[in-house]
């Protein structure tokens, strides 16, 4: 009211107004106030702007914003989205403390003002107003006007990411328990199968000798066609036991010499090695992470195919080398064999696939599955490059210790 009547006094001291008038009192239409300046007006136009343009934002952002006093932790001021996520009226909530609907577990542990911590971003629940806890990541930012000070809250509801997470792992662990239920069934039957073939080989053989001669020329190819089927039965049964193996058999990853592991295949190769008279060389090879057993039978596979992979007349030469990358050492097995065309490399690496006859070559086709399996298992790849007729190099990489990828 007060106001009101000095605006009254105001104008009459002025008089009437109009053109003559307003030039008494130093306002004439369409000039600037005293102690006004173009640049002044414009800076206010500017701030006005500005003003406007920071509170739509705040007002429209999809994320939850949350104003505080630093140091009474009550909110004096929230955006729409923070109104919607807490679910009470905004009336409600300015005044409140923040402990009241976020983090209401970490009272009096508030990241910024009681631990001192220059930003939080962290996952955290919040309450709403109808006690339904819902994550949220939480950012905490201390700032500062006109000598006071406060936290600017910003909080995301994940709530549709961790269900979707929890899916995940769902399917993950459903996953993981069909793998672990195949790996045993596939041992099991393998390891059960083998006792009927064990008495057709023998009965077989049994027949064979007892009427070898006494039966025709049809009849002996026949006892010789059982024969041969159940010996590489029991052969694929061997390998399909070995490949299952490489999981439900395993050992905790530990320090290993990976030439001690390719010595353990030299030696299991030795029969090989001396009747193809092959040349086999090595280049220093690394300690590693890993179980030396299996990593010895990736090399016996590579090793072993490279001598039985190669060019009649032509002396098997091998080497072994390893290269230290950023985040794993690099091996290669390099052979001078018969090479293979590449279209054909990710077929190699699959069980019981080959690209020759037995006649041709002896085998079932599952040595590369398992060094791809056992590589896998370890955290690394295997793959290969090969030109028919030069020769193949197989390549595998082990992950570094983590006290390789620090130095």
């Not at 500062?144 to 961790?162: A, G, M, Q, V, W």
């Not at 390893?322 to 064999?337: H, I, M, R, T, Y």
Request: hydrophobic share 35%.
């Amino acid at each position: 009211m007060e106001e009101t009547v000095k605006s009254k006094e105001k104008a009459s001291s002025c008089g009437d107004v109009d053109s003559g008038a307003t030039e008494s009192c130093g306002t004439r239409s369409g000039t600037t106030p005293a102690g006004t300046t173009p640049e002044k007006e414009s800076a206010a136009g500017m701030l006005s702007e500005n003003e406007l343009y920071l509170k739509t934002i705040f007002n429209f952002v999809q994320t939850g914003l949350v104003v505080l006093n630093a140091d009474t932790h009550e909110i004096i001021d929230v955006n729409p989205r923070a109104v919607d996520m807490i679910g009470a009226a905004r009336e409600q909530i300015i005044g409140a403390v923040c402990h009241q609907f976020i983090c209401p577990a970490q009272k009096g542990k508030c990241p910024i003002t009681d631990l001192g911590m220059r930003v939080d971003n962290s996952e955290r629940i919040m309450l709403t107003a109808k006690g339904v806890r819902v994550p949220i990541i939480k950012s905490v930012i201390p700032i500062t006007i006109n000598n006071r000070h406060y936290l600017l809250e910003s909080i995301f509801d994940i709530s549709n990411l961790k269900a979707a997470e929890a899916e995940i792992q769902k399917k993950t662990d459903e996953l993981a328990r069909s793998n672990l239920e195949l790996q045993q069934f596939a041992y099991i039957a393998s390891h059960y199968l083998q006792e009927p073939l064990r008495a057709i080989s023998g009965f077989t053989e049994l027949l064979a000798k007892r009427y070898q001669g006494q039966l025709d020329e049809r009849a002996d190819k026949y006892i010789s066609f059982i024969t041969e089927g159940s010996l590489r039965m029991q052969q694929m049964i061997q390998d399909l036991l070995s490949y299952s193996r490489v999981q439900t058999q395993a050992h905790e990853f530990a320090k290993t010499d990976s030439k001690a592991a390719l010595d353990r295949a030299l030696g299991n190769l030795r029969v090989a090695i001396q009747k193809s008279n092959a040349s086999i060389t090595n280049d220093p090879l690394p300690e590693i992470i890993a179980e030396g057993d299996q990593i010895a039978l990736v090399f016996q596979n590579l090793i072993g195919n490279a001598i039985k992979y190669q060019r009649p007349q032509v002396t098997p030469v091998i080497h072994i080398s390893a290269q230290k990358g950023e985040k794993d050492w690099l091996f290669s097995v390099a052979d001078n064999g018969i090479g293979i065309d590449e279209k054909y490399a990710d077929r190699l690496f699959k069980i019981f696939q080959r690209l020759h006859t037995r006649d041709e070559y002896p085998g079932t086709g599952i040595g590369l599955a398992i060094c791809k399996r056992i590589i896998e298992r370890h955290g690394g790849t295997i793959w290969l490059k090969s030109r028919p007729g030069e020769g193949t190099t197989f390549y595998f990489t082990i992950p570094l210790a983590k006290e390789e990828t620090k130095a």
